[in-house]
């Protein structure tokens, strides 16, 4: 598998290289959330509402066949957008699992990037 190093790990916090990567990561964010919300909206399926001090594990999928096609549909959705699974991770990187609302994106989000990471069935076809 493909390594991972967050969108900040070569940038000086106090500069406009870091400004700049961080609201190219803040867009990536609002047009994730706007697709985990579309699909999860779509099939009137709420978000995953956990518990406070939940923590989110990346490589749990959820126990209900319906709640993981949508997962699915989601994955399929980025791959087509040509978003890769670090193009996620990053995106995670401006969520907190203490805030409620971020917690249920993250719940979604990192495990759709883990299956788009690890699954062939996710995989871009290619250009040509």
């Given amino acids: 598998?493909?390594?991972?190093?967050?969108?900040?790990?070569?940038?000086?916090?106090?500069?406009?290289?870091?400004r700049?990567?961080?609201e190219e990561v803040r867009a990536k964010l609002a047009a994730v959330k706007h697709v985990v919300d579309y699909y999860y909206r779509a099939?009137?399926?709420?978000?995953?509402?956990?518990?406070?001090?939940?923590?989110?594990?990346?490589?749990r999928q959820p126990y209900s066949p319906r709640e993981f096609a949508i997962r699915e549909k989601i994955c399929?959705?980025?791959?087509?957008?040509?978003?890769?699974?670090?193009?996620?991770?990053d995106a995670c990187t401006l969520l907190h699992e203490q805030v409620p609302s971020e917690r249920s994106?993250?719940?979604?989000?990192?495990?759709?990037?883990?299956?788009i990471r690890s699954s062939n069935k996710f995989k871009s076809p290619p250009r040509g």
């Avoid at 009137?44 to 490589?59: E, F, N, V």
């Fill in 20 to 22: 700049t990567a961080e």
């Fill in 105 to 115: 994106y993250l719940a979604v989000i990192f495990p759709c990037a883990n299956l």
């Fill in 43 to 59: 099939d009137g399926h709420a978000l995953p509402d956990l518990p406070h001090g939940t923590s989110i594990d990346p490589q």
């Fill in 76 to 89: 399929h959705h980025f791959v087509c957008d040509e978003m890769s699974f670090m193009d996620l991770y």
């Fill in 1 to 18: 598998m493909p390594c991972y190093s967050p969108w900040y790990s070569h940038l000086n916090a106090d500069s406009e290289d870091y």
